[in-house]
């Protein structure tokens, strides 16, 4: 059957309507689109401020100096680093150390000590020990038995008692104790032992060295290892801290051992005694 003109037509519309809708079928998706969110710029901050695990590194405590072999260590190093240093180490003997106190009584016997004589010191630590029970019973909770007047009593001053509890009750709440200040690293343990009323720099130093034998002290503000220096070094007057850094660098890792000959020769005067002559075969 022949079409007409406007049949024709209509045909060729259909099938452009249809061509367009299956077209316009096939891009739309089978699922529901969903809006991808944007990341802004507050989230990116968060994220980049996500912190890692924190990993604390503690560094190993010192052998003491009375460790086997750890002196002669010492002297060979410091003969070999400082040439006016080695000339003080010929003429004095090597130094001895002892360890017969605690911790806990080397820390109580530097409070009492503080501003008085050797003598006047040894008779209130008598005193006190005695009101102690004895040198075993000295401990954290012995001092805080005793009150403020009985420490009065043995010569122990307001002050110093209230240091000696201060000391005694960081021991009782376990931040320090005889084991943990064995095993501290130098710095740890100074910032430790500065928190405690009484205890300064200057007594720190001491127990360092005296008590716990570390090897690598300084004790840039006693006097007498000051003057110790002034004399070795031939100095006009006596060094600041910043200048006993700097000259006793070449001590280092045995500045313990330099600073104790500092007292044997401000002890001589500056004037060094003759060693020991060697005996004829």
């Given at each position: 059957?022949?079409?007409t003109?406007s049949?024709?037509?209509?045909?060729?519309?259909?099938s452009?309507?249809?061509?367009?809708?299956?077209?316009?079928?096939?891009?739309?998706?089978p699922?529901?689109?969903?809006?991808?969110?944007r990341?802004?710029?507050s989230?990116k901050?968060?994220?980049?401020?996500?912190p890692?695990a924190?990993?604390?590194v503690?560094l190993?405590?010192?052998?003491?100096?009375?460790?086997?072999g750890?002196?002669?260590?010492?002297?060979?190093?410091?003969?070999?680093?400082?040439?006016?240093?080695?000339?003080?180490?010929?003429?004095?003997?090597?130094?001895?150390?002892?360890?017969?106190?605690?911790?806990?009584?080397?820390?109580?016997?530097?409070?009492?000590?503080?501003?008085?004589?050797?003598?006047?010191?040894?008779?209130?630590?008598?005193?006190?020990?005695?009101?102690?029970?004895?040198?075993?019973?000295?401990?954290p909770?012995?001092?805080l038995?005793?009150s403020?007047?009985?420490?009065?009593?043995?010569?122990?001053?307001?002050?110093?008692a209230t240091?000696?509890?201060?000391?005694?009750?960081?021991?009782?709440?376990?931040?320090?104790?005889?084991?943990?200040?064995?095993?501290?690293?130098d710095?740890?343990l100074?910032?430790?032992?500065?928190?405690?009323?009484?205890?300064?720099?200057?007594?720190?130093?001491?127990?360092?060295?005296?008590?716990?034998?570390?090897?690598?002290?300084?004790?840039?503000?006693?006097?007498?290892?000051?003057?110790?220096?002034?004399?070795?070094?031939?100095?006009?007057?006596?060094?600041?801290?910043?200048?006993?850094?700097?000259?006793?660098?070449?001590w280092?890792?045995?500045?313990s051992?330099?600073?104790?000959?500092?007292?044997?020769?401000?002890?001589?005067?500056?004037?060094?005694?003759?060693?020991?002559?060697?005996?004829?075969?």
């Open positions: 059957m022949k079409r003109r049949q024709t037509k209509q045909a060729i519309s259909d452009v309507s249809e061509s367009e809708s299956v077209t316009a079928s096939s891009s739309i998706l699922f529901r689109a969903k809006k991808i969110p990341l802004s710029s989230n901050k968060k994220e980049t401020l996500i890692e924190s990993v604390t503690s190993p405590t010192p052998k003491a100096l009375t460790s086997t750890e002196m002669e260590i010492a002297l060979h190093h410091l003969r070999a680093a400082d040439v006016l240093l080695a000339a003080c180490i010929d003429a004095f003997p090597a130094p001895q150390f002892h360890r017969n106190r605690s911790p806990f009584f080397s820390l109580v016997k530097s409070i009492i000590s503080q501003q008085l004589s050797n003598k006047a010191s040894q008779s209130i630590e008598d005193r006190f020990v005695a009101l102690c029970g004895g040198p075993l019973s000295v401990g909770d012995s001092v038995s005793l403020a007047q009985q420490l009065r009593g043995v010569g122990i001053s307001g002050p110093k240091y000696l509890h201060d000391l005694a009750s960081k021991y009782r709440d376990g931040l320090l104790s005889d084991s943990s200040i064995l095993e501290m690293d710095e740890t100074y910032k430790k032992l500065t928190m405690v009323k009484g205890i300064g720099p200057w007594s720190v130093h001491m127990f360092m060295i005296f008590t716990l034998h570390r090897p690598d002290v300084l004790p840039v503000g006693d006097l007498v290892v000051r003057r110790g220096v002034e004399r070795l070094y031939g100095l006009k007057s006596l060094p600041q801290p910043s200048q006993m850094e700097k000259l006793c660098e070449k280092k890792p045995y500045r051992v330099g600073s104790w000959y500092m007292y044997r020769l401000v002890e001589a005067k500056g004037i060094l005694p003759l060693p020991p002559k060697a005996s004829l075969l």
